[in-house]
């Protein structure tokens, strides 16, 4: 399906001048990370509450969730309670749910050059994300180290823990159903992270998943990846192929496939092309793969000002953020902004 560029810009301006996403590093029991990041986050942006106030439905878990939750992540209660103390009293709603039109990819050892996995994603938002944008390092005694780029107040967020689990997450135009999680969204994902392998991950996902509309992919230190879609239709799968794995924002699962339900007339070819385009430019350089070769490829303008680096569309969006992990090393980098536009700068777990 090709992409209409008719009538599109040649040239875009920067959405944002250059820059460095602010890194905020706690470290310390959990309650003690939670907490102290809470703080920082009022301190440093005391007009942005929302995730901080969302941090609280983890005082109402129902006891089915809270045995889940000591089996896979017991430390994670504690981590909640540090924030939501060092939150204070409600003042402000929950935010609301952030992804946006996002692409992410997963590398295999066997296409790298360096026969190490590699995965990322480029978030696509309004420009006026970008200055809430910050790089989490919680190193937590006892319990994996998180590391992602997220909101003020966000645990979640886009990257790795040192399980060596990576989680990337995106909007996904399908039907929803109205079937609620057996964990909530706030949980779930956490819990992913929390497994040593994605298989795990996956048997959580398909035990206490819902139906409603949302996508993730999936990839562990060995370089296992897959992509789930949750449509109404269930939660559908799609494993990596020859070494590399691509998705945007459309149901590639053959359960959810025909589940498509698009916003605006014109997001299908966008996604589609993002997602299967993104996989030509991978397979191209198969074997010669690197982190760096990576971070060119996703700043591709083979269908300027649309595409992996996107500079226009019609919904407001662009690229506003590059994340990409080399789990095996530890390492994350992240551009702030657009990735033809910046440079990287990396972090360590």
């Known amino acids: 399906m090709d992409l209409d560029l008719t009538g599109l810009p040649r040239v875009v301006p920067r959405p944002v001048g250059e820059g460095v996403i602010p890194l905020i590093a706690v470290e310390g029991t959990a309650y003690e990370c939670g907490r102290h990041y809470a703080q920082i986050v009022q301190e440093k942006y005391p007009g942005y509450r929302g995730f901080l106030e969302g941090n609280r439905d983890w005082l109402k878990l129902t006891p089915q969730t809270q045995r889940v939750v000591e089996q896979y992540a017991p430390h994670l209660p504690e981590l909640f309670r540090g924030l939501i103390d060092g939150a204070g009293p409600q003042s402000a709603p929950p935010a609301p749910p952030q992804e946006a039109g996002c692409t992410s990819f997963a590398l295999h050892p066997s296409v790298t050059l360096d026969g190490i996995p590699i995965s990322g ?35 979640l967020g886009y990257g790795m823990w040192s399980t060596g689990m990576c989680r990337w997450r995106h909007d996904l135009y399908a039907k929803s159903g109205s079937r609620m999680p057996v964990l909530t969204p706030g949980v779930l994902p956490l819990l992913t992270l929390a497994c040593h392998n994605v298989h795990q991950a996956v048997e959580l996902m398909e035990k206490y998943c819902g139906n409603s509309a949302g996508g993730c992919m ?44 698009y916003p605006y007339p014109g997001f299908e070819a966008d996604s589609k092309y993002r997602t299967h385009g993104l996989r030509k430019l991978f397979e191209a350089e198969s074997g010669r793969l690197t982190a760096q070769k990576a971070v060119q490829i996703m700043a591709d303008h083979s269908v300027y000002p649309r595409g992996q680096c996107k500079h226009w569309h019609d919904d407001g969006t662009v690229t506003t953020a590059l994340v990409l992990c080399e789990p095996s090393k530890g390492l994350m980098h992240v551009v702030r902004g657009q990735p033809c536009c910046n440079w990287p700068v990396t972090y360590t777990l």
Do not use: F
């Not at 949750?230 to 589940?259: Q, Y």
């Open 121 to 155: 994603q480029v978030k696509d938002t309004p420009p006026n994300r970008i200055p809430l944008y910050i790089i989490l390092r919680m190193r937590i005694i006892g319990a994996p180290t998180i590391m992602v780029l997220a909101y003020p107040g966000e645990l």
């Open 218 to 261: 999936l990839m562990d230190s060995s370089g296992q990846a897959v992509t789930c879609d949750s449509s109404i239709s269930g939660l559908g799968l799609v494993w990596m192929k020859d070494g590399i794995l691509t998705r945007s924002n459309h149901p590639e699962s053959p359960l959810c496939r025909g589940d498509e339900q």
